[in-house]
Nanobody, 127 residues
Framework: VQLQAYGGGLVQPGGYLRLSCEASGFNFDDYAIGWFRQAPGKEREAVSCIGSDGVLKHYEDFVKGRFTISRGNAKNTVYLQMNSLKSEDTAVYYC?????????????????????WGQGTQVTVSS
């Protein structure tokens, strides 16, 4: 199993980026994918999750209305469109494969429920 996250970079506050997570080595259509992030000096935290068929979508409160998660199963890729970026969004962003197709709400943040992780992509929001 491989997950390749990319699309990070340096952007000014109010700007946007689109992260991509390309997956291989498993039946991509069968599993939810989550995005997490880790800021310097902080613990890793959940950001968003999308179910296997793209219907279930969960967002943490701090990104609701600004970030949009989607997936292209034909391309084995999950996307995270990040708009209206803030300095506090600065972090390394990771994608991860869930062990289930559609996690229940109480489990979407549980890192133990994600079996494989990508290497992360750096997002820096700064003027």
């Amino acid at each position: 199993v491989q997950l390749q996250a990319y699309g990070g970079g340096l952007v000014q506050p109010g700007g946007y980026l689109r992260l991509s997570c390309e997956a291989s080595g498993f039946n991509f259509d069968d599993y939810a994918i989550g995005w997490f992030r880790q800021a310097p000096g902080k613990e890793r935290e959940a950001v968003s999750c999308i179910g296997s068929d793209g219907v279930l979508k969960h967002y943490e409160d701090f990104v609701k209305g600004r970030f949009t998660i989607s997936r292209g199963n034909a391309k084995n890729t999950v996307y995270l469109q990040m708009n209206s970026l803030k300095s506090e969004d600065t972090a390394v962003y990771y994608c991860a494969v869930s062990t289930v197709a559609n996690p229940i709400l109480s489990r979407v943040r549980q890192e133990d429920d994600y079996e494989y992780w990508g290497q992360g992509t750096q997002v820096t929001v700064s003027s």
